[in-house]
């Protein structure tokens, strides 16, 4: 399976590649300037706004620091009139690295490495922020406490508005087994920052230990993080589901970017795809006894927050030995 992105950009890389370089992707080299800004005081009282722009804070290595790309956006989104002169860092947007990958230092970002989510910004204001922003690759508008998917069959989705740029980000996820790059389209897909310990991994390696090259059936696979984590540990054979169409799109890149080659089945729901040890549905988790011919060893029950999970443990329980909610 040939991978590209939406935008036509060469935006998707094999996971490996990415994982070369991560360690000095966002390190600032030694004539990097930095800029106190402070987050909470207005940003108009701390610094002439005039004076920024894409040369602002910049260094001959091409990165600029988190901060002084944010203050860059605030300073266009003042100039069109969303925010006043007293809004400042921390309310102007949320920033999204990408890759997402955990630092304890400022990240110092290099050009296309960030989109940003609005609940306030207008399709112009975010053309010219990729116009005049280097480091910034999409701008999104929407409400980032809300979640982005479907909840269940009965649920209408929920997304973001995609206004200017490519909004397709990986992120950097540490497991046992090795790191997983998961790429997703962000107006589409829940966000979810990196961590030193994941949770859910944590839950998913307690699961495996139990069993020798277990099979694996990842009910509500988002965009495959569990199931291709499994993978990675030795699973002798993964079957992927999710009723939300653009999790499976991203999980068929995921697939192919970690390193397990997709061929396509020819249809566009059930039985979207396979591999040499795993398959990839798309249908209502109480639909998949219809196709599945065996009893699994691991079934992964992985909802949306708040969510009811008994129909969805009701309908994995047919499908396999060992339930685990994640």
Known sequence: MEIKCRCGDKCIKPVSEVLKDIEL????????????????????????????DNRFGNCKCGKRQLDIVMAHVLKVMIDEGIKDKKANLRNACVPLITPGYLT?????????????????????????????????????????????????????????ELLAGCDLRCDIIQTPYGALGIYKYQ???????????????EILEKALKDY?????LD??????????????????????NDIWHPAIETTLINLEANGF???????????????????????????????????YDICIVDTFPGVDTAKFIEAAGKLGKNVVVI
């Open 25 to 52: 992707f966002y390190k600032p080299c030694r004539d990097c300037k930095t800029e106190k800004i402070r987050k909470f005081s207005p940003l108009a009282e701390q610094i002439n706004l005039d004076e920024i």
């Open 104 to 160: 304890d230092y400022v990240p110092f970002l290099p050009e296309n490495s960030l989109v940003i989510l609005s609940s306030e910004m207008n399709k112009e204001c975010a053309e010219r922020v990729i116009k005049e922003v280097p480091e910034v690759k999409g701008v999104l508008k929407g409400d980032a406490r809300k979640t982005v998917g479907i909840k269940d069959s009965d649920s209408s989705p929920h997304i973001y």
């Open 187 to 201: 107006h589409e897909i829940h966000i979810e920052f990196p961590q030193v310990h994941s949770p859910k991994i």
């Open 212 to 216: 020798n090259n277990p099979s694996v």
């Open 219 to 240: 009910c509500t696979c988002g965009p495959g993080s569990l199931g291709i984590t499994c993978l990675k540990a030795g699973a002798r054979k993964v079957v992927f």
């Open 261 to 295: 080659p997709v061929k396509f089945s020819g249809s566009e729901k059930e039985l979207i795809a396979s591999g040499n040890n795993f398959e990839v549905y798309s249908t209502d988790i109480r639909e998949l006894v219809n196709y599945l011919d065996e009893k």
